[in-house]
């Protein structure tokens, strides 16, 4: 199934679900890393995304294991529920990108936590280095509204 693209209108419908979700994601994250900091203490950093308990640890850290699993699996499964919509996230702090087309290409429409709605876009290679204001026509197409 071809990504789906979004008109500006649609993705700027989106910002407020996104808004509530990152900072979720953000808190999310804040335990994660404080987490990381302690198991890196005691000698058994995290390495990945999937969290593992260690049978030789002690129960302590077999604790810190767990609840840091936990708090990883809540963030994908919420980050999830962004990508069900069909936007791409690029950064779990609230970096997102809306496939849409303008001028007969697909470009990104490219939204980051804390801004009001979509400002800026960007080419598919550019990344978020490449973002330009949206022009005036504001004329970026999606495949349901228009």
């Known amino acids: ?47 990945s995304a999937r969290v593992e308990i260690d049978p030789a640890a002690s129960r302590q850290v077999q604790g810190l294991q767990r609840r840091a699993a936990t708090l990883v699996a809540e963030l994908i499964e919420l980050l999830r529920g962004v990508t069900d919509l069909g936007i791409e996230v690029k950064a779990a702090d609230g970096l997102c990108d809306f496939r849409s087309r303008h001028g007969g290409r697909v470009v990104y429409l490219c939204w980051r936590y804390g801004e009001e709605g979509v400002s800026s876009f960007h080419e598919l290679n550019a990344g978020i280095a490449g973002r330009k204001p949206l022009p005036e026509d504001g004329a970026f197409e999606g495949d349901w509204l228009h």
């Open 1 to 47: 199934m071809p990504p789906r693209l979004f008109s500006l209108r649609e993705a700027n419908s989106l910002v407020p679900t996104l808004q509530s979700t990152f900072t979720r994601a953000r808190g999310l994250r804040d335990r994660i890393t404080k987490l990381q900091l302690e198991l890196t203490a005691e000698g058994h950093p995290l390495d």
